[in-house]
């Protein structure tokens, strides 16, 4: 079973940054995609960015700009730094990692950000 160990999470004052690392128990390049997906209290889950096996990245229009997905092969760890923290940002952050017929979800790291 794939473990995706996620951390980073806390909290801090808007404007400030985070960065969260995505840990997962197998090789980064064994998944055609890693995705950050986030839920803050009483919305659905939403997709906040994504790097796929290539390297292509995507970002959702709530964090362009703010918000860089990036892997570190040596580490095998992806990372989402988020800039310019607004309250709305605040959420569980959840990593997930796709094969063809698979789907991995890491336990969540909280973010808080204050006003």
């Known amino acids: 079973q794939v473990q995706l160990v996620e951390s980073g999470g806390g909290l801090v004052q808007a404007g400030g940054s985070l960065r969260l690392s995505c840990a997962p128990s197998?090789?980064?390049?064994?998944?055609?995609?890693i995705r950050w997906h986030r839920q803050a209290p009483g919305k659905e889950r939403e997709l906040v960015a994504g790097?796929?096996?290539?390297?292509?990245?995507n970002y959702a229009d709530s964090v362009k700009g703010r918000c860089t997905i990036s892997r570190d092969n040596a580490k095998n760890t992806v990372y989402l730094q988020i800039n310019n923290l607004k309250p709305e940002d605040t959420a569980v952050y959840y990593c997930?990692?796709?094969?063809?017929?698979?789907?991995?979800w890491g336990q969540g790291t909280q973010v808080t950000v204050s006003s």
């Open positions: 790097i796929t096996y290539g390297g292509s990245t």
């Open positions: 997930n990692a796709l094969r063809t017929r698979e789907d991995y």
């Open positions: 197998e090789s980064i390049f064994r998944f055609n995609a």
